[in-house]
């Protein structure tokens, strides 16, 4: 079955630690995205990326990282810089890059804690 | 900036009763709206979307939305509601980027179903 995988699902990070958060789609689409969810602030975005290796900050790019080296993959590492990093992390795909945005795809998250 | 509003965080709805959830954006072009749902801990799935032509739209799962222009407003809409709709709403829409395009979220609105 096509889709996006995030793993793991729960994740925990202890003081001073960078973590990645992995995302793989297997949909061959072109974009990804990283959107971080709080309770009531609905999702946010992070970094996007429109094709292979290159990326934009979204509106929350500081304290994390990404990297887009192959196009079925899109890992967030969430850095020591980032002083409130618990949240429910989002990856999303899209066939269409530069237009609407058509349909995005989501992985079903990872919960991201601090020990 | 482009921005979207959902005015109400919770809603209680009884089960067989209708149900209209608020969204209002703010876009100076023609928006690309849609809206999603979520389940406890999972990603999101899409219901419908707008881009242009007939201002209602139909959706999966018996729902419904109308754009409305004068009113900067896209409410989602469903006649009778089951249990099984209990979930939270996002509206999105589609904003402009450097290099392409993302979705901007409300902050989203939870859907009890009381019986």
């Known amino acids: 079955d096509g889709g996006i995988t995030q793993s793991p699902k729960y994740l925990f990070r202890k003081e001073g630690q960078n973590v990645t958060l992995s995302c793989e789609q297997n949909?061959?689409?072109?974009?990804m995205y990283w959107y971080r969810q709080d309770p009531g602030q609905g999702l946010r975005l992070i970094y996007y990326s429109q094709i292979v290796n290159d990326f934009q900050k979204g509106d929350i790019a500081e304290g994390y990282s990404v990297s887009r080296e192959k196009k079925e993959s899109f890992p967030l590492t969430v850095t020591s810089a980032q002083k409130n990093p618990t949240a429910f992390y989002l990856c999303?795909?899209?066939?269409?890059?530069?237009?609407?945005?058509?349909?995005?795809?989501f992985g079903s998250g990872t919960q991201l804690s601090v020990l | 900036a482009q921005s979207v509003t959902q005015p109400d965080i919770h809603i209680t709805v009884s089960e067989g009763a209708s149900l209209e959830l608020r969204c209002n954006y703010s876009y100076g072009a023609t928006p690309y709206l849609f809206w999603y749902v979520q389940s406890p801990g999972q990603g999101l799935q899409l219901l419908l979307k707008y881009f242009s032509g007939d201002t209602l739209v139909q959706g999966i799962k018996g729902f419904e939305a109308e754009f409305k222009r004068s009113q900067s407003s896209f409410n989602l809409r469903k006649p009778s509601v089951h249990w099984s709709d209990a979930a939270e709403y996002f509206c999105a829409v589609a904003t402009p980027y450097q290099a392409g395009t993302a979705l901007i979220f409300g902050k989203g609105t939870t859907l009890s179903v009381s019986s």
């Open positions: 949909l061959n689409h072109d974009a």
């Open positions: 999303a795909s899209s066939a269409d890059r530069g237009g609407t945005n058509e349909k995005l795809f």
